[in-house]
């Protein structure tokens, strides 16, 4: 399991992303060109990706940005560029938003914000275009308070899980446990603390006919600590859009033992990271999809492309 990751952060942190034109125009050049023309020195900041699935097509791309002592940076002015290969167009610059994962305190799980690995922010392009498969070049412009800087980006693999439903898709049919089935002990299908209430139906009674978010995490046993930030901010948009939308959480690991292995809702939906956010439609389709760090105001806009469907 993989996704984003650590540090603290301001109260609200959120904010648009910076122009375009603040950084250098890849046109014509290669990322080798790119990095030596723009003069940019390179950064002593880390860029993590904070999932691993893309597919053919217009993708999500969130990351965190990190010192390397590992704690979070919330005010990075950061644009990221890709290419097929190193002699290759280059497609950008692709300016990141900052979006907070903070939630209202009455959506808070006990202890949210005392730890120190918990995630506050998430940086996202929201539309990257890779047209075909294999290992893109990806690099990161930062505005450093000396000019810029630059740091190379961990490959993305387009193509890599196919398994994953992809926008578009059938969302493949899971019975997810709820309420009733444990006989009211949430802690056996949630380890959130307190438990969540977004166990209260089955996905299979529900699919095809009304719109679900379904959220796959585990606050508990997340390897970098934004699952617990993501059902938080899960919750509060559940309420916010009452029972026009069905919620629910599904964990990932069985018994909620990681020594388990994962649960096989985990494995029917192909799913090599968590955490992740599904939408769908009433008819049963995938409208959108979120993967690892994501908070209130991303899940809002993507829910609302179901809530009316």
């Known amino acids: 399991m993989v996704a984003a990751g650590c540090g603290g952060g301001s109260d609200d942190p959120s904010r648009p992303a910076p122009a375009a034109t603040e950084f250098p125009s890849a046109k014509g050049k290669t990322i080798e060109e790119?990095?030596?023309?723009?003069?940019?020195?390179?950064t002593?900041?880390?860029?993590?990706?904070?999932?691993?699935v893309y597919d053919v097509g217009e993708n999500r791309f969130a990351f965190g940005v990190f010192t390397t002592g590992k704690e979070q940076v919330d005010d990075a002015d950061v644009a990221l560029y890709f290419a097929k290969d190193e002699k290759g167009p280059v497609q950008g610059p692709l300016p990141?938003?900052?979006?907070?994962?903070?939630?209202?305190?009455?959506?808070?799980?006990?202890?949210?914000?005392?730890?120190?690995?918990?995630a506050t922010t998430a940086y996202v392009v929201p539309e990257v275009d890779f047209d075909r498969k294999g290992a893109w070049v990806a690099i990161a412009m930062l505005k450093g308070e000396d000019g810029l800087e630059a740091s190379r980006v961990p490959s993305p693999i387009v193509g890599k899980y196919p398994g994953v439903p992809n926008v578009g898709e059938k969302a493949p049919v899971i019975h997810t446990p709820t309420e009733a089935d444990v006989g009211g002990d949430l802690t056996?299908?949630?380890?959130?603390?307190?438990?969540?209430?977004?166990?209260?139906?089955?996905?299979a009674d529900v699919v095809g006919k009304k719109p679900i978010a379904?959220?796959?995490?585990t606050p508990a046993?997340?390897?970098?600590?934004?699952?617990g930030p993501v059902v938080d901010a899960a919750q509060q948009v559940s309420d916010s859009?009452?029972?026009?939308v069905e919620f629910i959480h599904m964990e990932v690991y069985e018994d909620n033992d990681p020594g388990k292995g994962v649960r096989p809702q985990m494995r029917a939906y192909g799913l090599p990271t968590e955490p992740w956010a599904f939408l769908i439609d009433r008819r049963g389709i995938v409208r959108d999809r979120l993967e690892g760090t994501f908070g209130v105001s991303e899940l809002e806009e993507a829910t609302r492309k179901i809530a009316g469907s």
């Open 96 to 118: 990141a938003r900052v979006s907070s994962l903070e939630t209202k305190p009455a959506y808070r799980a006990r202890g949210a914000g005392e730890g120190p690995g918990e």
């Open 221 to 227: 046993f997340c390897q970098t600590r934004v699952c």
């Open 241 to 244: 859009f009452g029972d026009k």
């Open 44 to 52: 002593n900041l880390v860029i993590a990706p904070a999932g691993l």
């Open 214 to 217: 379904l959220i796959f995490a």
């Open 34 to 42: 790119l990095l030596r023309d723009s003069g940019a020195k390179e």
């Open 188 to 203: 056996k299908i949630d380890t959130r603390v307190p438990p969540d209430q977004m166990h209260e139906v089955d996905f």
